[in-house]
């Protein structure tokens, strides 16, 4: 992992103690994931529970969570990259190996040419694994949403992406519903 991301931002919430279970909630996320669906997406407005109601739903599975706590500063590719492998190299510490120097070079790549070894390492798992963007809503640049795009596009079988969101974030919503 690169020593200058901070690592609390990569923290699983601990589970509250004065938790209101929401087991037809849990069973929407576990559906997902039964179904194959490549992202869920938890869109509420702030203090309705989503980041709760995600870790949850992670306590109650034995399965791969790599989780990101996104902020405003997130919004420079390298960084937001360079965070979500780092989110997954918490299930898997060799993801990811390739690509972290095509983010740093001197010259930016475009996503697709960072992205395509990352899909093609995970393609190759043999377990599941998931990776949970929280507060999605700060992420504003467009080269950010066009990577996510790409990377929803072509996401292979093993990894499973959620996003929990404020609102409806800048992507392909209605094309992949219609999927």
Request: charged share 15%; proline share 17%.
């Given at each position: 992992m690169e020593t200058?991301?901070?690592t609390t931002k990569l923290y699983i919430?601990?589970?509250h103690l004065n938790?209101?279970?929401r087991p037809h909630l849990i069973e929407r996320l576990d559906e997902g994931?039964?179904?194959?669906h490549r992202l869920t997406l938890i869109s509420a407005s702030a203090g309705s529970g989503k980041t709760t109601l995600l870790g949850e739903w992670m306590a109650a599975h034995n399965l791969g969570f790599g989780w990101l706590s996104l902020d405003e500063d997130?919004?420079?590719?390298a960084?937001?990259?360079s965070y979500a492998i780092a989110a997954l190299q918490t299930i898997r510490p060799q993801l990811g190996q390739s690509t972290l120097p095509m983010l740093h070079g001197l010259q930016p790549l475009p996503a697709q040419a960072v992205l395509t070894p990352?899909?093609?390492e995970l393609a190759a798992l043999a377990k599941p694994v998931i990776l949970i963007l929280d507060d999605y809503h700060l992420i504003t640049e467009k080269v950010i949403h066009d990577g996510v795009t790409f990377l929803l596009d072509h996401l292979p079988h093993p990894l499973h992406l959620v996003i929990a969101t404020r609102v409806d974030p800048p992507l392909p919503l209605a094309r992949w519903r219609s999927r």
């Open positions: 200058f991301l901070l919430p601990p589970p938790l209101v279970s994931l039964r179904l194959g997130d919004n420079d590719p960084r937001f990259w990352l899909l093609n």
